[in-house]
């Protein structure tokens, strides 16, 4: 349904977004993850038509950015980080203003209202000013703004930021419950919303695309099938990883942080095979000192951080 084809976005100098390309299936959710500064947002606002790309091309059911961009927008329903709402507005009001906006057939806006307002959960604060309502009841407002011409896409940028623990969660299930009609693009580096929320995940790093695929995927081409974290108080990272990749398990050696004498990695290992005794041999042997060290399963959020890390 979406085709990015070598999408490249220069501010200046600065490569945001550095020759990516991938595409979104219709009835997707699609997760645009990575770190802040990584190139997400800049993405997103290519693909609402908000910008125009440095070079490449986005189509989207075969229309092209380049020569289509109204047609575009017409199909896509965005929701920004901060949903661009209008504070002194009762939440009925506002919805009704955004139904004129949208060109909505006037016998059809108070059932599409009623009906949005059961989709996200807002029917309790239709009579409220939107000043009135929590970070989580405003992105459930903007979220019906993004919807209100029923689009065939939802791009959503950041759409749990700020939220609390149970809001978070409660968004989560409204984007779930969207998915099952439409297509879903939402960025985060919430990794526990993506692997959740998400059928397919597009890492980005540095303006790159660094991997691209379901959860399953990911982790089998990472290559290994479980990590020990490990921290020792120890000056010297390269001593360290030349030692432990003789352990014949071990498949690489990730640095994660090394402050104060204190270096702290992560170990890939593969096979069933418990290689703790072995490792914990190499290190007795070097007579290093452990801080920490144990066995966790393969995680998005390893995933992420080995493949986002600084060189």
């Known amino acids: 349904m979406i085709k990015i084809e070598n999408l490249t976005k220069y501010f200046g100098d600065t490569c945001a977004v550095d020759q990516i390309s991938f595409e979104i299936r219709k009835g997707e959710v699609l997760g645009l993850l990575g770190p802040n500064g990584a190139g997400k947002t800049t993405t997103m606002r290519m693909l609402t038509c908000y910008l125009k790309p440095s070079s490449g091309d986005i189509n989207v059911k075969d229309f092209s950015i380049e020569d289509n961009a109204l047609e575009i927008k017409k199909l896509i329903g965005y929701l920004p980080e901060s949903a661009p709402l ?8 506002y919805l009704r203003f955004i139904a004129d906006v949208r060109e909505l057939e006037k016998s059809n806006v108070d059932a599409r209202i009623k009906e949005l307002a059961g989709i996200c959960g807002i029917s309790e604060v239709m009579h409220k000013s939107i000043n009135e309502l929590s970070k989580g009841y405003k992105q459930r407002v903007g ?8 689009p065939e896409i939802l791009v959503l940028d950041e759409p749990t930021s700020g939220l609390d623990p149970n809001q978070i969660v409660e968004i989560r299930d409204i984007i779930k419950k969207i998915g099952k009609e439409k297509t879903v693009i939402l960025s985060t580096h919430i990794l526990s919303e993506a692997e959740a929320t998400c059928d397919r995940i597009v890492i980005i790093n540095k303006g790159k695309i660094v991997a691209a695929g379901a959860t399953d995927e990911l982790k089998r081409e990472a290559g290994s099938d479980f990590i020990m974290q490990v921290s020792l108080k120890h000056n010297n990272f390269e001593d360290i990883s030349n030692s432990l990749r003789n352990v014949p398990e071990v ?5 994660i942080n090394d402050e104060n004498g204190t270096i702290d990695f992560h170990l890939a290992c593969s096979g069933k ?16 000192i452990l801080l920490e060290f144990h066995m966790e399963s393969r995680t998005l959020e390893t995933i992420f951080r080995e493949l986002t890390k600084e060189s």
């Open 251 to 255: 498949n690489d050696v990730i640095l």
């Open 273 to 288: 095979k418990d290689v703790r005794p072995e490792i914990y041999e190499v290190i007795r042997n070097n007579s290093w």
């Open 86 to 93: 209008y504070p002194d507005m009762i939440v009925y009001d």
């Open 143 to 150: 979220l019906a703004h993004a919807m209100m011409n029923d």
